[in-house]
């Protein structure tokens, strides 16, 4: 079967997009759903790509999404990659879009993608070799990664009723989604998502988007993230209700994530030496950090491959 994969992807050093940004959302505030580290540009999707042919050559077809923007050093003569415009798969009333929680509802909508395919940002890497059993099942189903959080749901109830705490805005939409598949199916999914590469079924988010309308319409006009959005992980749990799709759990030498201000980080991701990994920037994040998580990238894969020019 082809498998695809799909990065979200914006240089937010871009005079042209940081006027636009500024114009509808303003300038970042620094917190959690508007730093510099949601937009902030060094190359990492380039790195990435290194480890697609590297580690993953198997990989059919490759979309990027972006803002009417193509990467400057993007080889766009080359027929396995492809740059997908927010206008050709987003409705106006979602334009301009700076919500990655909005602009992942309309994946589905990329032309010529293939049923099977994997989800990506651009900061997110194959560490060694990987193949399609790695994702999907011998039924081709797809293989959820989750942190194994049996308690949850109550901990969440005590941090919010008990303790009168609020939940930071990614943790709420991740709350919101589960909320609304255990009102459908009757089952709560407490885990969160490995923040990695994810496997997934066009025909899934199909579904999603059906069963759900009204609620994911709701954030179209979220320009920005907000505490209200309904987060990826509801087209994982649905697919786990349905049985179209593998419960996994996540291990460090399978999935890992390096908070880019974190140095001691990258001594531990030595040890696991994982299968994917994430280089995660934050609005705790500083520049010299930046530059030091890519100085770290390059050196992991510093050969040239077939999609730079």
């Known amino acids: 079967m082809d498998i695809d994969l799909v990065y979200l992807w914006v240089n ?11 114009a509808c959302i303003g300038r970042p505030s620094g917190g959690q759903a508007h730093c510099k580290g949601r937009y902030a540009d060094s190359g990492e999707l380039k790195y990435s790509l290194r480890s697609v042919e590297k580690y993953a050559p198997w990989i059919h077809r490759i979309f990027i999404v972006t803002d009417n923007q193509t990467p400057e050093w993007l080889n766009t003569d080359n027929q396995k990659v492809q740059i997908v415009d927010h206008k050709q798969i ?19 909508n990329i032309p010529g993608l293939s049923e099977h395919f994997l989800y990506a940002n651009d900061d997110m890497y194959f560490g060694k070799p990987v193949q399609p059993q790695d994702f999907f ?30 939940l930071n805005p990614y943790l709420n939409t991740i709350k919101n989604a589960a909320v609304l598949v255990e009102k459908r199916y009757g089952k709560y999914y407490g885990g969160k998502q490995h923040h990695n590469i994810d496997a997934y079924l066009k025909s899934t988010f199909e579904l999603v988007n059906k ?7 709701e954030m179209r006009t979220h320009h920005m993230r907000s505490s209200d959005d309904i987060q990826r992980c509801i087209y994982s749990y649905v697919a786990l209700a349905e049985k179209r799709a593998h419960l996994c759990y996540v291990s460090k030498r399978h ?10 980080l990258y001594e531990t991701f030595k040890q696991y ?9 934050s609005e705790r994040a500083k520049d010299e950090d930046r530059a030091f998580a890519i100085n770290f990238i390059s050196s992991l894969f510093p050969v040239k491959s077939e999609f730079e020019k």
């Open 90 to 108: 987003m409705p106006a009333e979602c334009l301009p879009c700076f919500n990655s929680a909005v602009i992942e509802q309309f994946i589905g």
């Open 255 to 264: 999935s890992f994530r390096i908070q880019i201000e974190n140095r001691s």
């Open 12 to 22: 937010g050093n871009d005079p042209k997009w940081i006027a636009k940004r500024n």
């Open 273 to 281: 030496n994982p299968k994917l990994f994430c280089m995660n920037d």
């Open 137 to 166: 099942g011998k039924d081709n189903l797809p293989k959820v990664f989750l942190f194994r959080k049996p308690l949850r749901k109550l901990a969440l109830f005590y941090r919010e009723k008990i303790l009168g705490k609020k």
């Open 211 to 217: 069963e759900f309308e009204n609620e994911l319409r």
